[in-house]
Structure formats: C-alpha cells, structure tokens
C-alpha cells in the first residue's frame, strides 16, 4: 500500500470519473468562464472584434429601466412560488389521510407539472383571451361585468402568468408535501387529537410547523427554479404586451440572441447568478438551523 | 370534521395508533373534503379537457358560451393536419424521440460512472472537483447560452441534433442523485467481492449497476422528461424546421396559424397527450422518482 496504490486509486478514480468530467469542462465550466469574460467586453454576434470594456456592461445594467423592469417582473413572478406552496401544503394536507381515491386525486394534482410547459402555455392563452374565451365568458356568466383582460394588458399579464405558474407548480409541491407528511409520528397527531383539538387546528399548530424544513426546501428550491424558467413565458407573450412580462431569464434571451447584444447579456445572466447565488447561501443558513425541528 | 371517538388510556398506552382509524364505515367528514378535493383536482385538470374538446370543434363553437365540452360531431380533420405534411408532428416527434433517447442513455450511463468514482474510489482531488460539480449547480442555464451559441458555432455543430445530444449527455444533477445512491450501499457487500480479486470495473457493471436499478430508472425518467419538454436549448441552437423537437415545432405551428384556434388545440394536444398517456402508465415510479429526488437533492 505505498504510493504505487495511491497513483492507481488516482488512476482509476479519473477513469470513471474522465468521460463526465470532460463533458462538464465543454459545456458548464469553460462556457461559464468564457460568459464571465465576455461580461467585461462590447462582444456582439455581428462583430466578431472583442475589446475589453471594463465594467461599462455592468454600469450600463444599472442604469438601464428595462433591467429593472425586468427584475420588478421577475418580484411579480416570484410571487406564485409561496401561493403555490401554501396551497400544495393544504392539498396535501387533505389528500394525506382524510379522503377517498387518494391517489387518483394525486395523479390528478400531479398532471400539469408532467406536461410540456410550452404546449399549456397555448392552451391558457386561448383560456385567457379577454373578449369570448371560456374564463370570462363564465365571470361575465357570474356577473362580472368587466373581467380582466389577462394576458392582453401590461397591468394583468404578470398575474395572469402567476396563474398559470400557480397551477403548474402545484402537484410538484403538493408530492413533496406528501412524502414529508409520511414522517410525520403518527403519535403527535393522535396526542392532539385526544388533547381535543380540531382538524384544522392539529393542521395549523402541529403539521405546519413539522414540515417547516420542507417549506423551506420548497420556498428556495421553487424560488431558484423559477428565476430561471424561460419556456413557459416566451411561448406565450414573448415578454409583452410592452415589456409587462420581461422577466429576467426573457431580458437575457432578447439582448442575447434578438439584438445579439452578448457581452451586455452575460452581464445581465451574471446578475441572475448572483440573485441564485444569494437564494442559496440563505438556505445554508436555513439549513443549519433547521436541522432539527 | 373527525369524530373520532378514542379511548385516551388505549393511546397513552403506546398501543398501535392504527387501531383509532375506523375501519370501513364512511366517515361524513372524509366524503365531504374527498367531493371538495375532487372539485378542486377537476379544476386542475378542465384545460386539458377543454383542449381535447376544442381540437374536435368546428372554428364556430370554439368560444360559445356555455362552453361545450363535447363537440356535437368530432372533427379529426385539425388533427390530420397537424400530424401529417412536412413540417408534422410525426417529423417532430420523431426528432424529439431520438435526442432524449440518445440524450438519456448517456446521461444515465456517464454520470452513473461518475457517481461510483466519486462515492467509492478515494483518489486526489476529489473533493476539490466535487466542489467544482457543487457550484456549477448554481449557474444558470442563462449564463452557458451566449459561449455554447459560440462554441457550437465554432465546432460546426450549430443548427444540429448533436448541439443538443452532446450537452444532453452531461448532468450534474445525475452525478448528485447516483452518487447519494451510491454511497449508500453498505461497504460489506463490495468488499467481499474485492477479496475475491474483483477490481473497481467488475465491482461496477456486474454488482454495482444491477444494484442501483431503481435509482437508475429513477434518473432515467427525470431526465427523459426533461430532454424531452426542452424548449429553450432548442430554440437557440435549431434553426431548420425538420430539425425542430415537439417543443418548438409546437411552437412554429402556433406561429404560423395564429387564428386556427381548432388547429392549435390539436397541435397542443399531440404536445401533451402522448406524455399524459406515459404519465399515467408510469404514475407510480414518476411521482416516488419525483418525490425521492427533491428529498434527497
């Protein structure tokens, strides 16, 4: 065991680990440090000449109104992630033990998240459509005279996007909530339930707050994987109407390949990083201390 | 809502709390909340309905009001349409098929091959490079974009299945998953084989992998799904029409036909319908994939 065996350990530890890590280096880590230095310069598709710009990206991002269009946007977006954990942590919460056909129900929930988001942003579009679509046609049938106009107006369409997030993102969570809701200790349940409390009360004062760890997880994990979602939002609105849904991940898109603006785009993507970057040391944090509940 | 009635000593006795859940009488309350939660789960599911519904309509009754769920004649012709020409699902399907099945595979494979190294073999620069794994977590797809754009570019394999399948191969997050699966195996079971002169390589393909099934279809599934609603990395790096996956060829037909409403609920329901179908065949390992993911991740 001397050091002929740590060089062959060595060797064979890069021999299975070789093949992924090579393809790693190609398109994560070379991509993310050539995209960190194109950040510093005015590179555009059309002029293939690169010249070093120094921080004129970065200064130009902090005055410019779309960026922060896009992050108030993105705020706006973000907000569904909490509605859909609060209301994934009620379905869960009611599908765990007190209702029959309890995994048809599940399945039901579940649906939206497995289809392609692209192809049920086209049907919420039609679904949506302000003059004779189904959705005011029933709010008018209920007596809304003025139902909103959804995707159609720059005041709705970031809720109208919500919505649709919302709806999507539900069984996601609401199938993490069950897994949790499994370990919870029956005992604790019952004692509560012997001491006289009601269901909604053994729900608010006992299992919330036993799956608080999962809320958390869900909050910053959901939170990091909607900054980033693109699909669902260009198919539909391709940012509009005006730049009313220009979200970060669209901002980027559009400087990138729509004005060919590279250099500006990464430094933008560069800000969304450090937005993930921020989410993530808040669930170190979290993490510690809720290790225990 | 729970009249459960328990018998306080029967329960401080540590006695199985089963025996308070009643047997199989039904309980007012749970046939309450199940109705709610059944109303509640058939609201999540009218859009897809309503696309069924409208992609059988004739353009007339697309919007009437009280909606018409069921079509009084089914139309087929918006579905013949959308399947078939040159620019058809069947092209679309066809492409998506073999790059999330290509993609898939080697992913599976490579970051499994990864995962043993790094859970099992104790080698320089180990933890430095799993480090390096760790944070590349956190880039956003965003930031890679502009230099793949530039790299496949340069590689000549821009406009390509390759600039998808290539990059497809590599997950970070497999490498995560089959690493935690990896290291979970007892060391006993591996060791007796080493004793019997069995090297790393063996100890992989003929103990290891065999072992790790289910969290091999669990990664199978996750990542399939994935490849397979890819619609951003498609978009940049597609350009010909008879390249396009299911995704953006979805896309490039809502485009074209923007008040073709009948013709658009087809083309959404050849989207999802054929996934909807997989789904409810492989609910199960789905949703314990999904779940056992997250947990774990």
Known sequence: MGKSWLKRQSLLGYAFIGPNMLGVLLFFVLPAV???YLMFTDYTFMNPEIH??????????????????????????????????MLAFLVAAALNKSVYWKKTLRALYFMPYITSGVAVAFVWMLLFQPA??????????????????????????????????????????????????????????????????????????????????????????????????????????????????????LFIYQNAFRYYEMGYASAISWAMFAIILLFTVLQWIGQKRWVHY | MENVKSNPSE?????????????EVLKPGKVLLTLL????????VVPFVWMIGTSFKTPAEVFQYPVKWIPTTLHWEHHIRVWTGPDG???????????????????????????????????????????????????????????????FDAIG????????????????????????????????????????????????????????????????IIDFSW???????????????NLFTVPLGLQNFIMENTVDYNGMMAAATAGIVPMLAVFLIGQRYIIQGVAGSAVKG
């Not at chain 1, 049938?141 to 369409?157: D, R, Y």
């Not at chain 2, 540590?14 to 859940?21: F, K």
């Not at chain 2, 499994?112 to 880039?139: C, D, N, T």
């Not at chain 2, 490849?227 to 029409?241: G, R, T």
Request: charged fraction near 15%.
């Open chain 2, 89 to 151: 699902f069947a092209t679309y399907y066809l492409n998506s098929i073999k790059i999330s099945l290509i993609s898939t595979v080697g992913a599976v494979f490579l970051s499994s091959l990864a995962a043993y190294g790094f859970a099992r073999i104790k080698f320089k620069g180990r933890e430095p490079l799993f480090l390096l794994y760790l944070s590349m977590m956190m880039v956003p797809p965003q930031v890679l974009f502009v230099p793949k754009f530039i790299l």
């Open chain 1, 132 to 249: 004779d679509g189904p959705i005011n046609g029933f709010l008018r049938a209920i007596g809304i005279s003025h139902p909103p106009g959804w995707l159609s107006t720059t005041e709705s369409s970031m809720f109208a996007i919500d919505i649709i997030w919302i709806w999507f993102m539900l069984g996601y969570n609401m199938i993490i909530y069950l897994a949790a809701l499994q370990e919870i200790p029956e005992e604790l349940v019952e004692a509560a339930r012997i001491d006289g409390a009601k269901p909604w009360q053994i729900i608010r004062s006992v299992v919330w707050p036993l799956v608080s760890p999962t809320t958390f997880l869900l909050l910053i994990t959901g939170l990091i994987m909607s900054i980033k979602t693109f699909g669902i939002i260009q198919a539909i609105t391709q940012g509009g109407p005006g730049s009313s849904t220009t979200v970060l991940s």
């Open chain 2, 11 to 23: 329960a401080a006795g540590g006695a199985p709390a089963r025996r308070l859940r009643l047997g």
């Open chain 2, 227 to 241: 490849h397979w609603n890819d619609y951003e990395n498609a978009l940049v790096f597609l350009l010909d029409k």
């Open chain 1, 52 to 85: 070093f710009v120094g921080l004129d990206n970065i200064r130009r991002m902090l005055g410019d109104d779309l960026f922060y269009t896009a992050l108030r946007n993105t705020v706006v977006f973000l907000l569904s992630v909490p509605v859909s954990i």
């Open chain 1, 34 to 36: 050539y995209s960190f």
């Open chain 2, 37 to 44: 939660m059944s109303a509640f789960a058939l609201l999540m």
């Open chain 2, 157 to 220: 394999i821009y406009n390509t299945h390759l600039a998808l399948i290539l990059p497809g191969m590599f997950t970070i997050f497999g490498v995560f998953m089959m690493r935690q699966f990896f290291l979970s195996v007892p060391g006993e079971i591996t060791e007796a084989a080493f004793i019997d002169g069995a090297g790393h390589f063996r100890i992989f393909f003929r103990l290891m992998l065999p072992l790790a099934k289910p969290a091999i279809a669990t990664l199978a």
